[in-house]
């Protein structure tokens, strides 16, 4: 499979569930906002919050592997323009390298904007957390 092939896929698995997660979260405020169902709103609040919090701590071993596989490329990749027969400038080499690492960077990148959704996610959840039990508190008045 082509690096391009496997980065839009990989784009189109993220985008997915970002979507999913973003459906899933709003259904949960309407159902909030309408006062329907405020435990089984909790309960799925409290799910999904871990459910997020598992896919978090996953996709940073993701993220941890990627930088270490970039890294790496990075330096073999520096001895060997280093040791190329025709000397080229710092400047040159960086740029070279930057060609060579560009799709493993992307992966890199959408693995981080993937976290940075997942971490806001969970906030949205806990967030929620404490508006169904002030819900719940003033229905108790």
């Known amino acids: 499979m082509s690096e391009e092939t496997k980065l839009t896929k ?15 979260i709003k259904r ?3 159902d909030l906002k309408l006062r329907n169902n405020l435990e089984e709103v909790s309960a799925y609040n409290l799910s999904y919050r871990q ?3 598992e896919n978090l701590a996953t996709l940073y ?3 941890r592997a990627q930088k270490s596989k970039v890294e790496k490329k990075y330096k073999e990749k520096w001895i060997e323009y280093y040791s190329y027969d025709y000397k080229l400038t ?4 960086e740029k070279f390298i930057d060609a060579d690492l560009a799709d493993d960077t ?6 981080t904007t993937q976290k940075g959704f ?5 906030k949205t959840l806990d967030n929620l957390g404490f508006a169904i ?3 719940l508190d003033i229905s108790r008045l």
């Open 10 to 24: 990989l784009d189109t698995l993220l985008s997915k569930q970002r979507s999913e997660w973003t459906g899933k």
């Open 118 to 122: 997942i971490e806001g996610s969970i």
């Open 51 to 53: 459910i997020l919090v």
């Open 61 to 63: 071993n993701n993220i």
């Open 28 to 30: 949960l405020t309407e």
């Open 133 to 135: 039990k002030n819900r």
């Open 90 to 93: 710092d400047k040159m080499r």
């Open 106 to 111: 992307q992966i890199l990148e959408l693995l």
